[in-house]
């Protein structure tokens, strides 16, 4: 089957299976940034903005967002540079192995686009279908609010308020690494 969808700003051709996955189209074209880390639309390692919206795009067809927008962690990341959002999750240290990262950064767009004060349970919520098997959520959580705070134009202090946080959910947790950078858009 054939379409097109605008991919990052640049419309790509679909012609493709029927039964292709939106993710694995993607990561065709090259934006591996798009993780796949379940097989049970679970994790949201794969999520990606849908015409603004986010959306796991294991869940979909290839062909069933023909004719819409499609965003990857690549179509929000600057040239030469790492957004907002991003420069926030290094600086809470909101990543470990940074397989989930791509898939949180999109999930907490549409909201900081909404508003630059959510609320923690307002953070918490647009999250909520994401799972992080390593860092935890407590800093992804305040990474969300760092950004928030930069947006607004103030100086968060990273690494503040850690002892009253509440995680996100139950999730196991291993040690690992810290990486101190964002190359999570080049995993594959
Ligand atoms: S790969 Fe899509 S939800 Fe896990
Ligand atoms: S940083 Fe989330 S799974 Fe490793």
Redesign the pocket.
């Known amino acids: 089957m054939s379409g097109s969808i605008n991919l990052n700003g640049r419309p790509h051709d679909v012609d493709v299976a029927p039964r292709v996955l939106l993710?694995e189209w993607i990561r065709q074209q090259g934006m591996t940034g798009t993780h796949?880390?379940?097989d049970t639309?679970?994790?949201?390692?794969?999520t990606v903005l849908l015409d603004g919206q986010p959306v796991?795009s294991?869940?979909m067809l290839a062909v069933q967002a023909s004719g819409a927008t499609v965003t990857t962690i690549e179509g929000l990341t600057p040239p030469d540079d790492l957004s907002i959002l991003q420069k926030a999750f290094i600086a809470e240290h909101g990543l470990q192995c940074g397989f989930c990262t791509p898939g949180f950064i999109v999930a907490a767009t549409p909201l900081l686009d909404r508003t630059n004060s959510p609320t923690d349970d307002e953070i918490r919520r647009e999250l909520e279908g994401n799972l992080c098997r390593c860092t935890g959520y407590t800093s992804i959580i305040r990474a969300v609010r760092h950004a928030a705070a930069l947006m607004r134009g103030e100086s968060p202090q990273p690494l503040a308020g850690l002892a009253h946080e509440q995680p996100l959910s139950v999730t196991s947790v291993h040690s690992g690494p810290v990486h101190e950078d964002l190359s999570a858009t080049e995993v594959v």
């Open positions: 993710v796949v880390g379940c639309s679970a994790c949201g390692a794969c796991k294991c869940t």
